[in-house]
Structures are given as structure tokens and as C-alpha cells.
């Protein structure tokens, strides 16, 4: 197994399989963290088609002890990640007025508190190397928020301003905290085409250190 590794957390169709391949293009072995069995399976066995190392890790995104039980698991498989991307998220519909307090909670505790957890359980390692990347799959709607996603638009921006603050934190450390913020909606051979979004993050995570950029915005 080769010694560079790029965690995501939310595999999925999209943004994640088009981050595991570009990455696996630049020799990184993938570690692919999901809710759904199934799926991490599937991109397994396409991965291992394609010559790349790559592991599933089955996780609740929104349980801080289930999510960081699987991190356990992936640093006992694999080396410690180079990179981590979080791309979990959910994508409710309700306006504010009808919102459910305790439907946007739990909405949170995946699309940000999730993010705070994965990023607290990989930074010892990288601490302690001086270097890595955590990076994050923002949105539009962070900044230009739409009533009818309101529980998105909500996450977005929290997630947002937690990376900008990681990223102030982190950057002397050698650590790059950074997020591609989405704007608009991912549609094959646009420009906002999945392996665009894939290119982005591995701008950032190739930025050296002094030139960290805290986000990418794509429209």
C-alpha cells in the first residue's frame, strides 16, 4: 500500500467519487467513509479496476463517536491521511417558518459538527508532520441563502466560517484548512462539471505552504 492517503467522508456519485479519482490519479490510496455499505463497496471494486488502493469505512456522519470510530479504523488500516475532503451534508427542503428546531439540529450535527469531528481526529497526525490538507465541499446558498433549502443555506454557512477559522488556526501549523464553495448546481460537462470541483480540491491541497487560499469559489 503506497504511504499517501486521501480520507473522504461522504462518498458519494458526485463530488466524492470525482475527488477519489483525481486523487487516485496523483497515486494516492482512498479511504472512503459512507453511511451507505453498498456504495463504498461499489467504488471499492471500480477503484481496485482502475489499480488504486481503496477502502470503505461505514459511518453515521451526524454520531461525533461513530464518525470518529471509523477514522480509528482507517488510521488501523491505512497510513494516517495526507488528506482529508468532508463532503456530508443534508440536503432538506422546508423553508424557515416550517423548519423543525429539531430537524435543523440534526442536520447540523452531520454538515457541521461532523465537520469539527473528522477535522479534530486527523490533526494530531498532522500536527505532528507539519503538514496536510482538510478540506471541505462548500455551497453557494452559504452566501446567498435560498428559503426553500433553508437547513442547507444554514449549513453551508456555519461550515463556512468553521474552515475560515481553521484555516486562520491552522495555516502556521502547515496545516491548509480550505473549502470549494459550490456555487450553483453540479451538472456534467458544465463548468461545474464533478472533476472540475475535483480539480479545485487538488489545487488546494497542492498550494505550499505561505499560499494557502481558505477557499475556491466555482460558478
Known sequence: MGSKVCAIVGMGSGVGAAVARRFAAEGYCVAMISRDAGKLERYEHELAARGVTAQGFVVDAGSDESLVSAIEAMRQAMPPPEVLV???SVPRE???SLL???A???DLRVGVLGALSAARAVLPAMRADGHGSILYTGGGLAV???AAAASLSVQKAALRNLVFSLHQELSPAGVHAAIVTIAGVLREGSLL???RVADAFWTLHSQPPGQFAREIVLS
Open 86 to 88: 468532508f463532503n456530508a
Open 94 to 96: 422546508s423553508a424557515p
Open 100 to 102: 423543525d428546531p429539531e
Open 104 to 106: 435543523l439540529a440534526s
Open 144 to 146: 446567498e441563502p435560498v
Open 193 to 195: 462539471d464533478a472533476a
